[in-house]
Protein backbone atom coordinates (compact mmCIF):
# COMPACT_ATOMS: atom_id res chain seq x y z
CA UNK A 1 0.00 0.00 0.00
CA UNK A 2 1.83 3.47 -0.97
CA UNK A 3 2.37 6.00 1.66
CA UNK A 4 -0.22 8.58 2.41
CA UNK A 5 1.03 11.92 0.96
CA UNK A 6 0.32 14.82 3.43
CA UNK A 7 -1.54 17.37 2.66
CA UNK A 8 -1.66 21.15 4.15
CA UNK A 9 -4.29 24.15 3.23
CA UNK A 10 -3.62 26.85 1.75
CA UNK A 11 -6.10 30.38 1.48
CA UNK A 12 -6.23 31.59 -1.58
CA UNK A 13 -6.71 35.23 0.27
CA UNK A 14 -4.14 35.41 2.32
CA UNK A 15 -1.63 32.86 1.92
CA UNK A 16 -2.07 31.20 5.08
CA UNK A 17 -1.00 27.51 5.85
CA UNK A 18 -3.20 25.65 7.86
CA UNK A 19 -2.98 21.81 8.73
CA UNK A 20 -6.93 21.57 8.99
CA UNK A 21 -9.57 22.10 6.95
CA UNK A 22 -11.77 24.51 8.20
CA UNK A 23 -14.72 27.22 6.51
CA UNK A 24 -12.97 30.30 7.86
CA UNK A 25 -9.38 31.38 7.16
CA UNK A 26 -8.04 31.87 11.27
CA UNK A 27 -5.64 34.48 9.64
CA UNK A 28 -7.53 36.92 7.86
CA UNK A 29 -11.32 35.45 8.42
CA UNK A 30 -12.40 34.88 4.45
CA UNK A 31 -14.82 32.61 3.86
CA UNK A 32 -14.67 29.05 1.65
CA UNK A 33 -10.82 29.99 0.60
CA UNK A 34 -8.92 27.20 2.06
CA UNK A 35 -7.38 24.61 -0.57
CA UNK A 36 -5.69 21.33 -0.18
CA UNK A 37 -2.15 21.42 -1.45
CA UNK A 38 0.29 18.39 -1.40
CA UNK A 39 3.33 19.34 1.27
CA UNK A 40 6.55 19.73 -0.68
CA UNK A 41 9.24 17.65 0.71
CA UNK A 42 12.31 20.05 -0.57
CA UNK A 43 15.64 18.71 -1.14
CA UNK A 44 18.65 19.44 1.45
CA UNK A 45 20.21 23.03 0.53
CA UNK A 46 23.78 22.64 -1.41
CA UNK A 47 26.96 23.42 1.18
CA UNK A 48 27.93 27.09 0.98
CA UNK A 49 30.99 27.46 -1.17
CA UNK A 50 34.20 27.76 0.54
CA UNK A 51 34.92 31.24 -1.50
CA UNK A 52 31.49 32.55 -1.00
CA UNK A 53 31.60 35.83 0.73
CA UNK A 54 29.35 35.93 3.76
CA UNK A 55 26.39 38.29 3.64
CA UNK A 56 26.87 40.55 6.76
CA UNK A 57 24.34 43.19 8.60
CA UNK A 58 25.99 46.95 7.66
CA UNK A 59 25.18 50.37 9.80
CA UNK A 60 22.29 52.15 7.96
CA UNK A 61 24.97 54.66 7.72
CA UNK A 62 27.22 53.47 5.68
CA UNK A 63 24.84 52.23 2.66
CA UNK A 64 24.83 54.22 -0.17
CA UNK A 65 22.36 54.98 -2.88
CA UNK A 66 23.11 55.84 -6.10
CA UNK A 67 21.15 57.96 -8.55
CA UNK A 68 19.55 55.20 -10.10
CA UNK A 69 18.23 53.89 -7.59
CA UNK A 70 15.21 54.95 -9.31
CA UNK A 71 14.37 55.11 -13.61
CA UNK A 72 11.43 55.86 -15.55
CA UNK A 73 9.80 53.20 -17.71
CA UNK A 74 8.95 55.51 -20.48
CA UNK A 75 4.97 55.87 -19.32
CA UNK A 76 4.29 58.56 -17.31
CA UNK A 77 1.16 56.80 -16.12
CA UNK A 78 2.60 53.98 -14.85
CA UNK A 79 5.65 55.73 -13.30
CA UNK A 80 2.99 57.73 -11.11
CA UNK A 81 1.71 54.83 -9.84
CA UNK A 82 4.92 53.04 -9.08
CA UNK A 83 5.50 56.79 -6.89
CA UNK A 84 8.24 58.09 -9.71
CA UNK A 85 9.90 55.47 -11.45
CA UNK A 86 10.67 51.80 -10.99
CA UNK A 87 12.97 50.97 -8.23
CA UNK A 88 16.22 49.03 -8.86
CA UNK A 89 16.29 45.75 -7.11
CA UNK A 90 12.18 45.36 -6.61
CA UNK A 91 9.82 42.76 -7.27
CA UNK A 92 6.81 44.16 -9.02
CA UNK A 93 3.58 41.99 -9.38
CA UNK A 94 0.94 43.27 -12.14
CA UNK A 95 -2.66 41.60 -11.74
CA UNK A 96 -5.74 41.60 -13.36
CA UNK A 97 -7.99 39.44 -15.45
CA UNK A 98 -6.78 37.48 -18.35
CA UNK A 99 -6.83 39.48 -21.27
CA UNK A 100 -7.63 42.83 -19.45
CA UNK A 101 -4.03 43.87 -21.31
CA UNK A 102 -1.11 43.64 -18.87
CA UNK A 103 1.25 41.77 -21.28
CA UNK A 104 0.62 44.82 -24.05
CA UNK A 105 1.93 46.25 -20.84
CA UNK A 106 5.15 44.93 -20.52
CA UNK A 107 5.66 44.85 -24.06
CA UNK A 108 5.13 48.42 -24.67
CA UNK A 109 7.49 49.51 -21.59
CA UNK A 110 10.26 47.27 -23.31
CA UNK A 111 10.64 50.04 -26.13
CA UNK A 112 11.87 52.94 -23.71
CA UNK A 113 13.61 50.33 -21.29
CA UNK A 114 15.97 48.76 -23.49
CA UNK A 115 17.23 51.86 -24.67
CA UNK A 116 18.83 52.41 -21.56
CA UNK A 117 19.11 48.95 -20.12
CA UNK A 118 18.64 44.80 -21.18
CA UNK A 119 15.87 43.43 -20.76
CA UNK A 120 14.95 39.85 -20.82
CA UNK A 121 11.19 39.57 -21.85
CA UNK A 122 10.12 35.66 -20.53
CA UNK A 123 7.18 34.31 -21.40
CA UNK A 124 5.24 31.13 -20.46
CA UNK A 125 2.23 31.34 -22.61
CA UNK A 126 3.90 32.73 -26.24
CA UNK A 127 6.17 31.17 -28.40
CA UNK A 128 9.11 34.09 -29.73
CA UNK A 129 7.32 34.03 -33.06
CA UNK A 130 4.26 34.98 -31.69
CA UNK A 131 5.80 37.96 -29.02
CA UNK A 132 7.61 39.09 -32.28
CA UNK A 133 4.43 39.59 -34.12
CA UNK A 134 2.84 41.26 -31.18
CA UNK A 135 6.05 43.31 -30.33
CA UNK A 136 5.78 44.60 -34.57
CA UNK A 137 1.84 45.39 -33.81
CA UNK A 138 2.54 47.48 -30.83
CA UNK A 139 5.99 49.07 -32.80
CA UNK A 140 8.38 47.46 -29.95
CA UNK A 141 11.85 47.34 -31.06
CA UNK A 142 15.48 47.44 -29.63
CA UNK A 143 18.70 45.60 -29.65
CA UNK A 144 18.47 44.82 -26.11
CA UNK A 145 15.78 43.48 -25.41
CA UNK A 146 16.00 39.18 -25.42
CA UNK A 147 12.92 37.19 -25.81
CA UNK A 148 12.83 33.91 -23.73
CA UNK A 149 10.29 31.43 -24.05
CA UNK A 150 10.93 28.84 -20.97
CA UNK A 151 8.46 27.79 -17.93
CA UNK A 152 11.52 25.57 -16.49
CA UNK A 153 12.67 28.01 -13.42
CA UNK A 154 16.18 26.67 -13.41
CA UNK A 155 16.32 27.27 -17.05
CA UNK A 156 15.22 30.91 -16.57
CA UNK A 157 17.78 31.44 -13.71
CA UNK A 158 20.34 30.15 -15.45
CA UNK A 159 19.72 32.76 -18.36
CA UNK A 160 19.71 35.43 -16.22
CA UNK A 161 23.10 34.60 -14.81
CA UNK A 162 24.51 34.35 -18.14
CA UNK A 163 22.73 37.59 -20.15
CA UNK A 164 22.70 39.56 -16.63
CA UNK A 165 19.63 42.12 -17.08
CA UNK A 166 18.72 44.87 -15.55
CA UNK A 167 14.84 44.22 -16.04
CA UNK A 168 13.44 41.11 -15.87
CA UNK A 169 10.01 40.56 -17.33
CA UNK A 170 7.81 37.16 -15.75
CA UNK A 171 4.62 36.53 -17.97
CA UNK A 172 3.44 34.82 -16.69
CA UNK A 173 4.08 33.19 -12.94
CA UNK A 174 1.18 30.38 -13.64
CA UNK A 175 3.31 29.12 -15.64
CA UNK A 176 6.36 28.63 -14.12
CA UNK A 177 7.86 25.28 -12.08
CA UNK A 178 10.65 24.24 -10.49
CA UNK A 179 11.24 20.94 -11.26
CA UNK A 180 12.27 20.05 -7.75
CA UNK A 181 8.57 20.19 -6.58
CA UNK A 182 6.00 17.38 -7.47
CA UNK A 183 3.23 20.03 -7.63
CA UNK A 184 1.77 21.31 -11.07
CA UNK A 185 2.55 24.42 -12.20
CA UNK A 186 -0.35 27.21 -11.39
CA UNK A 187 -0.80 25.76 -8.12
CA UNK A 188 -0.05 27.64 -4.39
CA UNK A 189 3.51 26.02 -4.43
CA UNK A 190 4.75 26.40 -6.89
CA UNK A 191 3.47 30.22 -7.87
CA UNK A 192 4.76 30.87 -3.81
CA UNK A 193 8.55 28.86 -4.62
CA UNK A 194 8.65 30.91 -8.30
CA UNK A 195 8.03 34.30 -6.88
CA UNK A 196 10.32 33.61 -3.99
CA UNK A 197 13.62 32.57 -6.36
CA UNK A 198 12.86 35.44 -8.20
CA UNK A 199 12.71 37.64 -5.02
CA UNK A 200 16.13 36.47 -4.47
CA UNK A 201 17.85 37.65 -7.79
CA UNK A 202 16.38 40.85 -7.32
CA UNK A 203 17.51 41.39 -3.97
CA UNK A 204 20.78 39.80 -4.20
CA UNK A 205 21.95 40.92 -7.59
CA UNK A 206 19.78 44.25 -7.73
CA UNK A 207 17.77 43.10 -10.82
CA UNK A 208 14.36 44.76 -10.84
CA UNK A 209 11.71 42.51 -11.60
CA UNK A 210 8.42 42.55 -13.16
CA UNK A 211 6.29 39.79 -12.46
CA UNK A 212 2.67 38.97 -14.19
CA UNK A 213 -0.06 37.30 -12.10
CA UNK A 214 -3.74 36.46 -13.66
CA UNK A 215 -6.65 36.29 -11.09
CA UNK A 216 -10.51 35.85 -11.68
CA UNK A 217 -13.28 36.78 -10.58
CA UNK A 218 -13.69 34.09 -8.33
CA UNK A 219 -10.03 34.33 -7.05
CA UNK A 220 -7.81 31.67 -8.72
CA UNK A 221 -6.27 29.12 -6.23
CA UNK A 222 -2.75 30.78 -7.30
CA UNK A 223 -3.99 34.41 -7.85
CA UNK A 224 -2.09 37.46 -7.21
CA UNK A 225 -3.45 37.32 -3.48
CA UNK A 226 -1.13 34.90 -2.12
CA UNK A 227 1.99 37.07 -3.19
CA UNK A 228 1.13 40.32 -1.98
CA UNK A 229 3.23 39.35 1.01
CA UNK A 230 6.38 38.38 -0.75
CA UNK A 231 6.64 41.59 -3.54
CA UNK A 232 7.61 45.06 -3.02
CA UNK A 233 4.19 46.58 -4.82
CA UNK A 234 1.48 45.08 -6.09
CA UNK A 235 -0.31 46.70 -9.08
CA UNK A 236 -4.09 45.50 -10.45
CA UNK A 237 -5.21 46.59 -13.47
CA UNK A 238 -8.85 46.81 -13.75
CA UNK A 239 -11.26 47.20 -16.73
CA UNK A 240 -14.30 46.10 -18.34
CA UNK A 241 -13.68 44.08 -21.00
CA UNK A 242 -16.95 46.40 -23.29
CA UNK A 243 -15.18 49.31 -22.66
CA UNK A 244 -11.62 50.40 -23.74
CA UNK A 245 -10.76 52.43 -20.51
CA UNK A 246 -7.96 50.54 -18.46
CA UNK A 247 -7.24 51.52 -14.83
CA UNK A 248 -4.03 50.96 -13.16
CA UNK A 249 -4.20 50.87 -9.42
CA UNK A 250 -1.53 49.96 -6.74
CA UNK A 251 -2.81 47.60 -4.01
CA UNK A 252 0.36 48.05 -2.35
CA UNK A 253 3.69 50.13 -2.48
CA UNK A 254 6.81 50.35 -0.47
CA UNK A 255 8.35 52.71 -2.82
CA UNK A 256 5.50 55.18 -2.48
CA UNK A 257 1.80 55.82 -1.84
CA UNK A 258 -0.89 53.12 -2.82
CA UNK A 259 -3.77 55.59 -4.10
CA UNK A 260 -2.38 56.45 -7.07
CA UNK A 261 -3.81 55.45 -10.66
CA UNK A 262 -3.08 55.53 -13.95
CA UNK A 263 -5.72 55.52 -17.31
CA UNK A 264 -5.03 54.16 -20.32
CA UNK A 265 -6.95 53.66 -23.38
CA UNK A 266 -6.68 50.12 -24.90
CA UNK A 267 -6.61 50.72 -28.52
CA UNK A 268 -5.30 48.31 -31.94
CA UNK A 269 -2.35 49.87 -31.28
CA UNK A 270 -1.68 48.66 -27.41
CA UNK A 271 -2.38 50.85 -25.07
CA UNK A 272 -2.03 54.68 -25.26
CA UNK A 273 -2.04 57.34 -21.84
CA UNK A 274 -4.90 59.31 -20.90
CA UNK A 275 -2.96 62.08 -18.99
CA UNK A 276 -5.93 64.10 -18.51
CA UNK A 277 -8.24 61.27 -17.33
CA UNK A 278 -11.40 63.90 -16.09
CA UNK A 279 -12.03 65.59 -19.78
CA UNK A 280 -12.23 61.84 -21.57
CA UNK A 281 -14.33 60.16 -18.33
CA UNK A 282 -16.53 63.35 -19.03
CA UNK A 283 -16.98 63.51 -22.84
CA UNK A 284 -19.84 62.46 -24.33
CA UNK A 285 -21.93 63.64 -21.40
CA UNK A 286 -25.68 63.95 -21.87
CA UNK A 287 -26.74 68.06 -21.76
CA UNK A 288 -30.12 68.79 -19.27
CA UNK A 289 -30.66 64.73 -19.05
CA UNK A 290 -32.44 64.26 -15.39
CA UNK A 291 -30.32 61.73 -12.90
CA UNK A 292 -26.74 63.28 -13.72
CA UNK A 293 -24.33 65.03 -11.59
CA UNK A 294 -20.95 65.25 -11.93
CA UNK A 295 -18.60 65.37 -8.88
CA UNK A 296 -14.35 65.16 -8.14
CA UNK A 297 -12.60 62.17 -6.16
CA UNK A 298 -9.03 62.40 -5.60
CA UNK A 299 -6.68 59.41 -6.75
CA UNK A 300 -3.85 60.09 -4.70
CA UNK A 301 -2.56 63.50 -5.24
CA UNK A 302 -4.93 63.70 -8.64
CA UNK A 303 -8.11 65.32 -8.64
CA UNK A 304 -10.59 63.53 -11.53
CA UNK A 305 -14.29 64.20 -12.52
CA UNK A 306 -16.50 61.62 -12.53
CA UNK A 307 -19.95 61.51 -13.64
CA UNK A 308 -22.42 59.77 -11.31
CA UNK A 309 -25.93 58.38 -13.14
CA UNK A 310 -29.10 57.14 -11.43
CA UNK A 311 -32.46 56.23 -12.44
CA UNK A 312 -35.61 56.02 -10.26
CA UNK A 313 -37.96 54.23 -11.71
CA UNK A 314 -41.72 52.93 -10.01
CA UNK A 315 -41.07 49.17 -9.00
CA UNK A 316 -43.95 46.65 -10.36
CA UNK A 317 -43.24 44.15 -7.35
CA UNK A 318 -43.05 44.30 -4.04
CA UNK A 319 -39.80 44.15 -3.47
CA UNK A 320 -38.00 47.48 -5.14
CA UNK A 321 -34.39 46.56 -7.10
CA UNK A 322 -31.40 47.91 -6.33
CA UNK A 323 -28.36 48.00 -8.21
CA UNK A 324 -24.86 49.32 -8.19
CA UNK A 325 -22.17 49.65 -10.92
CA UNK A 326 -19.43 51.77 -9.42
CA UNK A 327 -20.57 52.26 -6.51
CA UNK A 328 -20.08 50.30 -2.50
CA UNK A 329 -24.00 49.18 -3.23
CA UNK A 330 -24.20 49.20 0.80
CA UNK A 331 -23.25 53.08 1.14
CA UNK A 332 -25.62 53.54 -1.58
CA UNK A 333 -28.44 52.03 0.14
CA UNK A 334 -27.44 53.82 3.27
CA UNK A 335 -28.00 57.42 1.26
CA UNK A 336 -30.94 56.04 -0.28
CA UNK A 337 -32.27 55.84 3.54
CA UNK A 338 -30.86 59.13 4.28
CA UNK A 339 -32.43 60.94 1.08
CA UNK A 340 -35.92 58.86 1.95
CA UNK A 341 -35.50 60.31 5.68
CA UNK A 342 -33.96 63.54 6.00
CA UNK A 343 -34.84 64.98 2.46
CA UNK A 344 -38.83 64.12 2.66
CA UNK A 345 -38.47 62.08 -0.97
CA UNK A 346 -40.80 58.62 -0.74
CA UNK A 347 -38.37 56.31 -2.39
CA UNK A 348 -39.51 53.13 -0.86
CA UNK A 349 -41.71 51.68 -4.01
CA UNK A 350 -38.89 52.77 -6.49
CA UNK A 351 -36.19 50.50 -8.32
CA UNK A 352 -33.17 52.05 -8.07
CA UNK A 353 -29.98 51.82 -10.49
CA UNK A 354 -26.82 53.85 -10.25
CA UNK A 355 -23.91 54.04 -12.27
CA UNK A 356 -20.07 55.63 -12.70
CA UNK A 357 -18.85 56.50 -15.72
CA UNK A 358 -15.81 55.10 -17.31
CA UNK A 359 -15.15 52.26 -15.31
CA UNK A 360 -14.23 53.80 -12.11
CA UNK A 361 -15.02 52.82 -8.83
CA UNK A 362 -15.86 55.76 -6.14
CA UNK A 363 -15.42 54.44 -2.25
CA UNK A 364 -14.74 57.71 -1.03
CA UNK A 365 -17.34 59.99 1.03
CA UNK A 366 -16.89 63.12 -1.21
CA UNK A 367 -19.49 61.92 -3.96
CA UNK A 368 -22.34 61.35 -1.69
CA UNK A 369 -23.66 64.33 -2.50
CA UNK A 370 -23.35 63.73 -6.19
CA UNK A 371 -25.16 60.49 -5.91
CA UNK A 372 -27.78 62.16 -3.82
CA UNK A 373 -28.53 64.84 -6.30
CA UNK A 374 -28.63 62.26 -8.84
CA UNK A 375 -31.03 59.92 -7.14
CA UNK A 376 -33.09 63.16 -6.73
CA UNK A 377 -32.94 64.50 -9.76
CA UNK A 378 -34.09 61.23 -11.22
CA UNK A 379 -36.85 61.07 -8.95
CA UNK A 380 -38.25 64.24 -9.50
CA UNK A 381 -37.42 64.45 -13.19
CA UNK A 382 -35.45 67.42 -13.24
CA UNK A 383 -32.10 67.87 -14.91
CA UNK A 384 -29.24 69.01 -12.52
CA UNK A 385 -27.78 72.22 -14.50
CA UNK A 386 -25.09 70.94 -16.53
CA UNK A 387 -22.52 73.70 -15.34
CA UNK A 388 -23.07 72.29 -11.58
CA UNK A 389 -20.59 69.62 -9.83
CA UNK A 390 -21.44 69.03 -6.21
CA UNK A 391 -18.52 67.89 -3.08
CA UNK A 392 -19.24 66.70 -0.10
CA UNK A 393 -19.96 63.96 2.48
CA UNK A 394 -23.27 63.20 3.79
CA UNK A 395 -23.87 61.89 7.55
CA UNK A 396 -27.25 59.72 8.52
CA UNK A 397 -28.61 63.05 10.00
CA UNK A 398 -28.86 64.36 6.81
CA UNK A 399 -25.91 66.77 7.20
CA UNK A 400 -22.86 67.97 4.97
CA UNK A 401 -19.50 66.83 5.98
CA UNK A 402 -16.52 68.71 4.98
CA UNK A 403 -13.41 66.91 2.60
CA UNK A 404 -10.04 67.16 2.11
CA UNK A 405 -8.07 69.02 -0.83
CA UNK A 406 -11.01 70.82 -1.85
CA UNK A 407 -9.21 73.43 -3.05
CA UNK A 408 -7.34 71.02 -5.50
CA UNK A 409 -10.79 69.69 -6.43
CA UNK A 410 -12.52 72.95 -7.15
CA UNK A 411 -9.63 74.00 -9.18
CA UNK A 412 -10.45 70.88 -11.53
CA UNK A 413 -13.86 71.71 -11.61
CA UNK A 414 -13.27 75.55 -13.04
CA UNK A 415 -10.75 73.92 -15.11
CA UNK A 416 -13.26 71.85 -17.08
CA UNK A 417 -15.66 74.36 -17.35
CA UNK A 418 -17.74 74.32 -14.49
CA UNK A 419 -19.28 77.47 -13.33
CA UNK A 420 -20.99 76.02 -9.91
CA UNK A 421 -20.25 73.42 -7.48
CA UNK A 422 -22.36 72.30 -4.05
CA UNK A 423 -19.99 72.15 -1.07
CA UNK A 424 -20.46 72.14 2.57
CA UNK A 425 -21.01 74.91 4.61
CA UNK A 426 -17.98 74.16 6.77
CA UNK A 427 -14.91 73.21 5.06
CA UNK A 428 -11.58 72.05 7.20
CA UNK A 429 -9.47 74.91 4.95
CA UNK A 430 -10.14 78.65 4.26
CA UNK A 431 -11.36 78.71 0.49
CA UNK A 432 -10.70 81.17 -2.17
CA UNK A 433 -13.63 81.49 -4.59
CA UNK A 434 -11.73 80.39 -7.85
CA UNK A 435 -12.21 83.24 -10.77
CA UNK A 436 -15.41 82.33 -12.22
CA UNK A 437 -16.53 79.55 -10.70
CA UNK A 438 -19.62 80.37 -7.71
CA UNK A 439 -19.83 78.18 -4.73
CA UNK A 440 -22.97 77.17 -3.01
CA UNK A 441 -22.68 76.65 0.73
CA UNK A 442 -25.30 74.38 2.29
CA UNK A 443 -25.66 72.70 5.56
CA UNK A 444 -27.56 69.46 4.76
CA UNK A 445 -29.55 67.55 1.81
CA UNK A 446 -32.85 70.01 2.31
CA UNK A 447 -30.37 73.19 1.65
CA UNK A 448 -29.31 71.47 -1.32
CA UNK A 449 -31.84 69.99 -3.33
CA UNK A 450 -33.69 73.39 -2.36
CA UNK A 451 -31.06 75.03 -4.17
CA UNK A 452 -30.61 72.93 -7.49
CA UNK A 453 -34.15 71.12 -7.45
Known sequence: MPPKVKTVFF???CGNETPKWAGQCPACRAWNTLVEQPAEQRKKPAARAPNRERNRPKPLSQIELTDELRFGTGMAELDRVLGGGAVQGSLVLVGGAPGI????????ICDSLCRAATVLYVSGEESQRQIK???QRLKVGGERLYLLA???????VEAVHQLKPDVLIADSIQTLYNGDLTASPGSVTQVKDCTNTLMQLAKGEGLTVFVVGHVNKEGSIAGPKVLEHMVDCVLYFEGDAHNSYRILRAAKNRFGATNEIGVFDMGDAGLEEIPNPSEALLSGRPLDAPGSCVTCVMEGARPVLAEVQALMTRSGFGNPRRACNGYDYNRAMM????LEKRGGLQLGG????????????LDEPAADLALLMSLASSFRDRPVPNDLAA???????????????????????????????????????????????????????????????
Not at 335 to 338: E, P, S, W, Y
Not at 350 to 357: E, G, H, L, S
Not at 424 to 449: C, M, N, W, Y
Open 11 to 13: CTE
Open 101 to 108: GKSTLMLQ
Open 133 to 135: LRA
Open 150 to 156: ETDLEEI
Open 335 to 338: LLAV
Open 350 to 361: CDAYINVIGGLF
Open 391 to 453: VGEVGLTGELRAVHALGQRLSEIRRLGFTKCLIPSRTHEKLAEPEGLQLIRVRDIRQALAAIL
